[in-house]
T-cell receptor
């Protein structure tokens, strides 16, 4: 399967713990995105990479959140000192071109539950 | 601020019925995409519309982009249980690489 891969698919953690999610995009895609989706909402933009450069971060991404894409391939999203409000589905997507003309290829998501 | 308003939020119909869902905004988008999302999965692109007034058909699905590129509609003919899912519209503005998503329309088609 050469689609976008995310892991873990599910993570349950206690408040205050750190969690890390990994995304492996489609190999030839140089753009990678993180979105967050809560129940009853559409996905909300978190951050965007073009190759290894993080070009934009949403105001939703507080100081407790950090994303990296060190070699322009896979990406990690770390949440430090998790809070119950961080519970959500974290979606990774990749694309070879700007989304205005192409499409975003989403992974299956990593669902975080903070107790 | 929700830039894209989708309606209805929930829709439950019987197999064979027709339906239309709407995506409206006060903002102009350079393009608009429709995605379908099943529980526990990521969204999957159905179509991208770019030109004002554009109509695209995908089997039983018909997508329309408003003339002013502020709104769009998705019409499904003779809905089937396999059409069940969350339908999301998403807009791109200019060369902006960010998509703004609506909250979605949760469609249930009962056999």
């Amino acid at each position: 399967d050469t689609g976008v891969s995310q892991n873990p698919r599910h993570k349950i953690t206690k408040r205050g713990q750190n969690v890390t999610f990994r995304c492996d995009p489609i190999s030839e895609h140089n753009r990678l995105y993180w979105y967050r989706q809560t129940l009853g909402q559409g996905p909300e933009f978190l951050t965007y990479f073009q190759n290894e450069a993080q070009l934009e971060k949403s105001r939703l991404l507080s100081d407790r959140f950090s994303a990296e894409r060190p070699k322009g391939s896979f990406s990690t999203l770390e949440i430090q000192r998790t809070e119950q409000g961080d519970s959500a589905m974290y979606l990774c997507a990749s694309s070879p071109t700007a989304p205005g003309t192409g499409e975003l290829f989403f992974g299956e998501g990593s669902r975080l539950t903070v107790l | 601020t929700q830039l894209l308003e989708q309606s209805p939020q929930f829709l439950s119909i019987q197999e064979g019925e027709n339906l239309t869902v709407y995506c409206n905004s006060s903002s102009v988008f350079s393009s608009l995409q429709w995605y379908r999302q099943e529980p526990g999965e990521g969204p999957v692109l159905l179509v991208t519309v770019v030109t004002g007034g554009e109509v695209k058909k995908l089997k039983r699905l018909t997508f329309q982009f408003g003339d002013a590129r502020k709104d769009s509609s998705l019409h499904i003919t003779a809905a089937q249980p396999g059409d069940t899912g969350l339908y999301l519209c998403a807009g791109a503005r200019g060369s902006n690489y960010k998509l703004t998503f609506g909250k979605g329309t949760l469609l249930t088609v009962n056999p």
